[in-house]
């Protein structure tokens, strides 16, 4: 893995779509970001489905697997952390995003815990959406790439192309 100008995480706590995952996997071999992912997984890292959607980057991700939400704070409790969710207090470009930043995503199908967003409800953001359409969140790749670009563009791109 390459080194940038930013210590950037992409963390999925339980992940449950491979497609997804395998996208935002290529997301972060692209822009240099880590990958975290919490279980419970709904998939095998090993499944097909992961692998064909990141494609050959894999060998570019810096990918560390938490074994619960708890372990994952406990190991990293010091790194700023932001709450992607749409139940979130601020826009996402309302934040000021630090080079270690932590952006973390719920499962596709409830988003985070809800007792986690409460308990760091000053953390959270999200992704502005039309009230015009009855959807109950973006795809979380899509949200995913929105945010992780935000901190990129926050920070100057450090050492991206």
Known sequence: MRKTGHELSIVL???EIP???????RTCAATGAGLHLV???GFSVDD???KRA???YWEFVN??????LEEFLGKYKDRPMYLATTKGIRA?????YERDAMLIFGRETAGLPRDFIEENIEKTIRIPMSDNVKLRSLNLSN???????????QLGFPELI
């Open 92 to 96: 996402y470009t309302d934040v000021r």
């Open 13 to 15: 706590v339980e992940p």
């Open 39 to 41: 279980k419970p997984l």
């Open 63 to 68: 990918l560390e697997i938490h074994e619960n």
């Open 54 to 56: 990141g494609l050959d």
């Open 48 to 50: 097909a489905q992961v």
């Open 19 to 25: 497609p997804n995952t395998g996208n935002i996997a």
């Open 143 to 153: 949200s995913a790439a929105i945010v992780i670009y935000e901190a990129l563009r």
